[in-house]
T-cell receptor, first 114, second 111 residues
Framework: EAQVTQNPRYLITVTGKKLTVTCSQN?????MSWYRQDPGLGLRQIYY???????DKGDVPEGYKVSRKEKRNFPLILESPSPNQTSLYFC?????????????FGPGTRLTVT | QKEVEQDPGPLSVPEGAIVSLNCTYS??????FMWYRQYSRKGPELLMY????GNKEDGRFTAQVDKSSKYISLFIRDSQPSDSATYLC???????????FGAGTQVVVTP
């Protein structure tokens, strides 16, 4: 089944404890991205990747890191999480970075930082 | 200020009614416009996609884009309880990397 998977789905952690949220797609997509969703603000892009080893900042990259060492995986790293990073995170992928190709979203990861 | 503005609702309608959703955007370089549907505890899924101005129809759903007024609309005819969800509008220039979302409108269709 073609899909975008994220792990973990739920995570409660403490301020400053490094964590990684994994994202994987099995559709051989070139484009992958990370969003956070907050009430009243909608979805905001954190980082995106046009292809392997090519990443760029989105609208809210502060406090996050990403890497794209292989096509199928795009992990999101929070080196020192803070309470303002409490949010619902979505990974997405698309065959290419152009909007004529549909973007598919993962199921989401709910992160709470205390 | 957000590049895409959307009334958060909630918007409550009786089954069978027409649902009308609207967004405004400020970036005149936007060429691609989307509507996503998001059920509770799920990721967004693409509902409608429009390039430039005009109308697009898909079953009970119609998307309209008026670039002169920077206005995006979605109409849902013969609404069903299964249409109850949050609807997100979005726009971008020529890349998914520049995609901007509205805050989303919660729609509740009551039987």
């Amino acid at each position: 089944e073609a899909q975008v998977t994220q792990n973990p789905r739920y995570l409660i952690t403490v301020t400053g404890k490094k964590l990684t949220v994994t994202c994987s797609q099995n559709m051989n997509h070139e484009y992958m991205s990370w969003y956070r969703q907050d009430p009243g603000l909608g979805l905001r892009q954190i980082y995106y990747s046009m292809n392997v080893e090519v990443t760029d900042k989105g609208d809210v990259p502060e406090g996050y890191k990403v890497s794209r060492k292989e096509k199928r995986n795009f992990p999101l790293i929070l080196e020192s999480p803070s309470p303002n990073q409490t949010s619902l995170y979505f990974c997405a992928s698309s065959l290419k970075g152009a909007p004529s190709y549909e973007q598919y979203f993962g199921p989401g990861t709910r992160l709470t930082v205390t | 200020q957000k590049e895409v503005e959307q009334d958060p609702g909630p918007l409550s309608v009786p089954e069978g009614a027409i649902v009308s959703l609207n967004c405004t955007y400020s970036n005149s370089a936007f060429q691609y416009f989307m509507w996503y549907r998001q059920y509770s505890r799920k990721g967004p899924e693409l509902l409608m996609y429009t390039y430039s101005s005009g109308n697009k129809e898909d079953g009970r759903f119609t998307a309209q884009v008026d670039k002169s007024s920077k206005y995006i609309s979605l109409f849902i005819r013969d609404s069903q309880p299964s249409d109850s969800a949050t609807y997100l509008c979005a726009g971008t220039t020529d890349s998914w990397g520049k995609l901007q979302f509205g805050a989303g409108t919660q729609v509740v269709v009551t039987p």
